[in-house]
């Protein structure tokens, strides 16, 4: 990877921490890609693909969806092996077969048996036999380039595929296949617009082979072309055959580009310039061992840290670079495409799925362990505000995709700004994102509301009323008044530490003064929050729990979301009455969801009183932490953390929706028992703990940000059942609070937990002072 991932000592000082797991496993070792493999979306599994990479390279089992598509473990036949897997992106479906050539028939046709018998799955690397054509095909990457090694059966004529008018996720519009040589294909596939990415979008690629191939031809709507040296339209494919293959296997280099063939050249002449399939296995391992040892573990059980690296794996794996080696990327935000370069070329530009829920994962994962990460997503925010007017929430093929509600953009820019993380234009960022608290910014777009005069966010209600109504005008989805009140009202605090930190005071009393518009949906006759109609009245019919109580809340219920003031705890808990009534009345919501392992049927929110499936609960075992009874985060987050995360099989461990590495980066801080209920954002952000699963934890630091250089965790007495903090000291001096200031962290040091079987109630009891 380039300097902007790695810098060189940091790198030096990962590659000296590895050679203490000299003969044991590192970190690579330990991840297990199969993991919940079962229920997968299309977004969520690439083996042989680099942190973040251009090319998430890995067989397709299932395809012509979202939702249970990609790599599904109870399939038992490949339907190619592709090489984007991304937020409302895909492309380039390639697969060797041997005999008759039947590419045209389509994927029902021609798709390969294979068996988890013989596969091998790892980091960066995935092997699979494709038993009906006898082909045992490999592959591995580095972040632009795919790169197969297929040895084919002697005696049999050979043929590699090129798909690329096949529906993955969705459509292609039109594609191209281009014969430059014997040995060389370019061409390009238009991704059709999906109701979530409005407009089309190209992806250009080049393939190289090893071997020169003796044929090359084409189909259009399942029927073999005449020869020719190009094949394009809809519907459209191309093959190479091979003479039957007996000097060793064929290697195949697919380089991606979303801005040119050129482009994409010029990618696989920066990054593989060789034919050496082993040396790029091997640095892809290496290159996860850097990323993955940011955060080094000892103790626990090896199922933990299988699952612990697997979280981190993910957390690095699921938003995807788009700009190319030298900082080009495709805008999309006018009406025709522009090429543009990055406006700091140290850091790539990123497609992502929402930020909405990550100041509970993301947000605090990467602020600490990876903050140069953090630079590359402000930067690219900050490049489509400048290019498309708005900070994006969702950006996906170079355009808005307006996913989810509210602007998620405003917590994560100042849980950045606020732990030092600022190599971006701050002053641009903060004025896109004031932008959007106002009427016209993102906030008035519903879900997927794409028109320009959106309305469906409500925010001429929460400007004039301090609320947002139920059936209120506008399209999209995801109008949930009640929902949006709260969301808006946290995110006007989060920008309240942002302006703060940059200055602007005359903002900050305003956007503090709002963020208490969560007061306005609090209805004390139910001890809920509650939505509204538009007269004012309280929405008829409540139940925090139910069939009903989906209304006014985003994919979550008003028993969910009542907790949703990260940003003023010690407000909430005055609004149940005190400490005591507030944790009672969360402890009985967990006791309650124990049976179903804090999870809700997917799409079924609505249901349960704490429900880990989803992002609007994740920071609810984590609350007691901040009203006083910290004993109790210490039981809630180790049991949901076992329970809902643990699962180390392909049949669990996320629950079906891992959401692009937010439940990832959810159980890596649960497993070192470090969370942040406000996210980072607070201009004096905290860290509160609860119990690790792991003896020591080992933090190194990126010194271009943090000076301190590592920071550890050390749990003294740690077994399965000393789950309960009875002391802790940091840096030796006693820790009575339990949280401690982000800039201990920064500067390197050591706490020390002491555990027991039983709650210490007088350790850590102080409830959290309002920021």
């Known amino acids: ?154 005696g049999k004529e050979a043929h590699v595929l090129f798909d690329t008018g096949a529906t993955l996720l969705a459509p292609i519009t039109t594609s191209e296949v281009r014969r430059i040589s014997n040995r060389e294909l370019a061409g390009s596939a238009v991704m059709e617009p999906t109701p979530r990415r409005p407009k089309p979008f190209t992806v250009y690629f080049v393939a190289q082979f090893s071997e020169p191939f003796v044929k090359f031809g084409g189909w259009r709507d399942k029927t073999l072309l005449p020869a020719s040296e190009a094949v394009s339209g809809r519907n459209a494919g191309a093959f190479v055959s091979f003479a039957t293959p007996s000097k060793g296997p064929v290697l195949l280099k697919v380089t991606l580009s979303y801005t040119s063939i050129e482009n994409a050249r010029r990618n696989l002449d920066a990054e593989l310039p060789h034919w050496d399939f082993d040396r790029v296995v091997s640095e892809s391992r290496d290159d996860w061992n850097h990323w993955l040892s940011r955060i080094e573990v000892a103790g626990g059980t090896e199922a933990q840290k299988t699952k612990f690296y697997t979280d981190l794996w993910h957390a690095l794996l699921g938003r995807r670079i788009v700009s190319d080696a030298d ?181 900050v009393a305003w956007l503090l003064n709002r963020s208490q518009n969560y007061t306005h949906v609090w209805d004390a006759s139910v001890q809920f929050m509650r939505p509204r109609q538009k007269d004012g009245s309280w929405l008829p019919d409540f139940e925090p729990v139910g069939k009903k109580a989906s209304r006014g809340f985003c994919e979550a219920n008003s028993a969910i979301y009542t907790h949703f003031v990260p940003h003023d705890v010690p407000g909430l808990v005055r609004l149940f009455g005190g400490p005591e009534k507030y944790c009672a009345a969360l402890n009985r919501q967990f006791e309650k969801s124990t049976s179903t392992h804090f999870l809700a049927e997917h799409g079924k929110h609505e249901m349960m009183w704490v429900d880990y499936d989803n992002q609007p609960a994740t920071a609810m075992a984590h609350m007691f932490n901040l009203a006083g009874a910290p004993w109790l985060s210490q039981k809630w987050v180790r049991e949901v953390k076992e329970k809902t995360f643990g699962d180390v099989t392909p049949m669990g461990g996320y629950n079906g929706d891992e959401d692009q590495g937010q439940m990832g980066a959810l159980g890596a801080l649960m497993a070192i028992g470090l969370f942040d209920v406000e996210g980072g954002a607070s201009v004096k952000p905290t860290y509160q703990i609860t119990s690790p699963l792991f003896d020591r934890v080992t933090i190194h630091l990126n010194r271009s940000y943090f000076p301190g250089g590592t920071f550890e965790i050390i749990a003294r007495n740690n077994s399965p059942k000393n789950i309960y903090i009875q002391s802790a000291k940091l840096n030796g001096r006693a820790l009575t609070k339990c949280w401690f200031d982000h800039t201990a962290l920064a500067a390197g040091g050591t706490l020390e937990i002491v555990l027991g079987p039983e709650p210490n109630r007088n350790w850590g009891a102080a409830v959290y002072p309002a920021q």
């Not at 993380?421 to 910014?441: H, T, W």
């Not at 993102?442 to 925010?459: K, V």
């Not at 109008?479 to 709260?486: E, F, R, V, Y």
């Open 327 to 507: 900082g080009s990327y495709c805008d999309m935000t006018g009406g025709t495409p522009v090429v543009r370069r990055a406006s700091n070329p140290k850091f790539p530009h990123y497609n992502f799925d929402a930020l909405w829920g990550t100041y509970w994962s993301l947000n605090i994962l990467w602020s600490f362990a990876y903050p140069d990460v953090m630079d590359g997503f402000c930067n690219t925010m900050v490049d489509m505000y400048r290019n498309g007017g708005l900070i994006p929430r969702g950006p996906s093929g170079g355009n808005y995709t307006f996913v989810m509600i509210g602007d998620p953009a405003a917590p994560f820019f100042a849980a950045a700004y606020n732990k030092g993380i600022r190599n971006y234009d701050a002053a641009a960022a903060y004025e896109g994102l004031r932008k959007n608290s106002l009427p016209g910014g993102i906030r008035d777009h519903a879900g997927y509301e794409h028109n320009h005069d959106a309305c469906g966010g409500g925010m001429k209600y929460y400007v004039e009323r301090g609320y947002v109504p139920e059936k209120i005008e506008g399209k999209g989805i995801h109008k949930d008044g009640c929902a949006m009140t709260l969301e808006y009202a946290h995110q006007d605090w989060c920008l309240a530490q942002f302006a703060k930190a940059l200055g602007r005071h005359d903002d």
């Open 1 to 154: 990877m380039k300097s902007f991932i790695l810098r060189p000592l940091l790198a030096t000082l990962l590659l000296a921490s590895l050679s203490s797991w000299a003969g044991d496993k590192t970190p690579s070792d330990y991840v297990n890609p199969l993991i919940d493999t079962h229920k997968s979306r299309w977004f969520y599994f690439s083996s042989a693909c680099r942190p973040f990479g251009m090319v998430n390279l890995s067989p397709d089992t299932r395809t012509g969806g979202d939702w249970m598509n990609g790599y599904i473990h109870a399939t038992n036949t490949i339907r190619c092996f592709s090489h984007i897997h991304g937020w409302q992106i895909y492309g380039i479906a390639v697969l060797p077969i041997t005999g008759t050539m039947r590419g045209h028939l389509g994927m029902d046709t021609y798709q390969a048996e294979f068996s988890h018998d013989d596969e091998i799955v790892r980091a960066g690397y995935h092997k699979v036999v494709l038993r009906n054509y006898g082909v045992t095909a490999e592959l591995t990457s580095t972040t632009r380039v795919g790169f197969h090694r297929y040895t084919f059966p002697t």
